[in-house]
């Protein structure tokens, strides 16, 4: 889910982590603030426990995110009632997030932040599996590790020595400068079929998805008999996907044979996709990845690799 940039302060969290990350600075070991299991929903994606004033819920894990969101049934059922959230926000297709909660206590495992505005998103039933999303708008202020093979998700202290964060393996790592946006979205480079783009990491997307603009740039026709048109729909079927035969991507030198990516229709273009593609979970739970936020680094190896 896509909204504009919603400022969060997660000050108990962070309290937690600011008292912990001496230990860790001296002798270059990480310093682990939370350990979360791993569940995995209906559609793939991924979510952890949260906890709302002691009332635990499972939410989506969203890297492409901006706000933490939950239903307003989670909210009626821990006893909150939604008031207008001090600024709105407009998600995709144009759906209105006017109304919050405020939690005295937000929980991730043992942290534990103070008087959380937590968005209410209507279109959130607890049907698919979830209660509410974790955007990186607190993620941010740790490093936060996908362990896909045993199913946690870990949140580590910034505090560290730099680039001696890959602790699940002695063999060889890859690691990859990310570019941090505003809104702490996460985009690195890779090669598709021997061309080189700009992805963003999207635990939020079932799968991977690109523009048809970006597909004509690296060289896909329209006229392609390997671009196979899989849905239409709307008005005079003005929004397409199709899939495509590609054949590799590479994340400096680890390569993916044959990967799925959905090639969407510039009509049906999400805002703020531009030329950029889209990791979605379907292709990140391949690897362990380890998001240093404040080093700018991204550290992976495939997730069988232990």
């Excluded at 600075?25 to 350990?35: P, V």
């Excluded at 002691?54 to 049934?73: E, K, N, W, Y």
């Amino acid at each position: 889910m896509r909204y504009a940039r919603l400022l969060m302060a997660l000050a108990g969290v962070c309290v937690f982590a600011f008292a912990s990350e001496a230990a860790g600075a001296q002798d270059c070991k990480l310093t682990r603030f939370a350990s979360l299991p791993m569940s995995t929903l209906p559609d793939g994606r991924i979510a952890v426990p949260v906890g709302i004033e002691g009332h635990v819920a499972p939410f989506l894990i969203d890297t492409g995110g901006i706000s933490a969101t939950m239903s307003r049934q989670f909210a009626t059922e821990i006893g909150k009632t939604p008031e207008r959230a001090p600024r709105g926000l407009i998600g995709v297709g144009g759906a209105i997030l006017s109304s919050s909660i405020s939690a005295a206590d937000f929980s991730l495992g043992p942290m534990h932040g103070k008087d959380i505005y937590v968005l209410i998103d209507e279109r959130i039933d607890g049907a698919g599996g979830m209660e509410g999303t974790l955007a990186p708008e607190m993620m941010h202020r740790f490093d936060v590790d996908f362990d896909f093979r045993k199913g946690l998700v870990n949140f580590f202290s910034q505090d560290h020595c730099p680039g001696k964060v890959v602790y699940w393996t002695n063999d060889a790592s890859i690691t990859i400068p990310i570019d941090v946006d505003p809104n702490h979205k996460i985009r690195i480079p890779v090669m598709i079929d021997g061309q080189k783009v700009m992805a963003m990491l999207d635990t939020g997307s079932v799968t991977s998805v690109m523009s048809m603009g970006l597909a004509k740039k690296i060289g896909v026709s329209l006229d392609s008999k390997d671009l196979k048109l899989k849905i239409a729909f709307g008005s005079k079927d003005r929004f397409k996907e199709f899939d495509y035969p590609f054949k590799t991507l590479s994340l400096d030198g680890l390569t993916v044979n044959n990967p799925h990516i959905t090639v969407l229709s510039d009509t049906l273009l999400p805002s703020g996709l531009g030329d950029d593609l889209i990791l979605g979970v379907s292709f990140l739970r391949q690897l362990h990845i380890y998001v240093a936020y404040k080093e700018e680094k991204l550290y992976i190896t495939p997730a069988a690799q232990e």
